[in-house]
C-alpha cells in the first residue's frame, strides 16, 4: 500500500535506464521481421537503496507507412544473465511475469498507414517483469514487422521503466519539501 506521500510523488517510485541504441528497420530488410538483441542493462542497485522488483520495457517509435500499411510488434521478451556480456543467458519465464506471460506473443498492429502515407509517432509498453530471482543483468528482444517493403520504415528507441523501489532509487529525484520556508 502506498503512503499518501508516495501517491502525490508517485514518480519517485520509478527509474529508466537507456536499453540500447536506437534501431532504423526497413521494410524488407534484413531486420524487418527479424529478433532484435538489446543492449545488456545492469539492474540499479537503488543508489544503494532497495533493488528494483520489476522491469518496463517503453518503444517510442516514428513510423512511415503507406496507406493500409502496418507496423506490428510480433514478439518481445526479456532475458536475465549474470554479467553485461551475456553470460549464463535465460528467458524470463511465467514466475517472472507481473499479471501475464512476460511475453508479447503477438502480433499487436502498433499502426496503420492513412490515405495518401502517414508518418506516426507512438509509445508502446511491454509486459512488466519481476525481477525477484534475476540476475544482475537484463536485456530485452524484439520482433517488429512492417507489411510493405522497401517503402515503410520505422526508427525505434527502447527504455526501460525499473519500478517497485519502494523507496526513492536515486537522491537526485527526491523532492525535499522544507515546511519552513
Do not use: C
Not at 508502446?124 to 517488429?144: C, E, K, M
Amino acid at each position: 500500500m502506498l503512503s499518501l506521500s508516495q501517491m502525490r510523488q508517485f514518480g519517485s517510485l520509478f527509474n529508466g535506464s537507456y536499453g540500447g541504441d536506437a534501431q532504423n528497420i526497413i521494410a524488407g530488410g534484413g531486420q524487418d521481421g527479424a529478433e532484435n538483441d538489446r543492449d545488456w542493462v545492469l539492474i540499479p542497485d537503488g543508489g544503494g537503496k532497495k533493488r528494483p522488483e520489476s522491469a518496463t520495457p517503453v518503444w517510442t517509435i516514428t513510423t512511415t507507412l503507406d496507406a493500409t500499411e502496418t507496423l506490428s510488434l510480433v514478439a518481445a521478451n526479456g532475458q536475465h544473465a549474470s554479467d553485461v556480456s551475456g553470460t549464463g543467458a535465460a528467458d524470463f519465464d511465467l514466475k517472472h511475469s507481473v499479471g501475464g506471460t512476460g511475453k508479447v506473443t503477438g502480433p499487436v498492429v502498433l499502426a496503420v498507414g492513412g490515405g495518401g502515407g502517414t508518418t506516426a509517432k507512438l509509445v508502446y509498453r511491454g509486459p512488466t517483469l519481476s525481477l525477484v530471482g534475476a540476475n544482475v543483468a537484463i536485456r530485452f528482444q524484439d520482433t517488429f514487422a512492417l507489411s510493405r517493403a522497401v517503402t515503410d520504415t520505422v526508427d525505434i528507441q527502447l527504455t526501460i521503466i525499473w519500478g517497485g523501489y519502494g523507496k526513492e532509487p536515486t537522491d537526485e529525484f527526491a523532492l525535499v519539501v522544507d515546511s519552513n520556508a
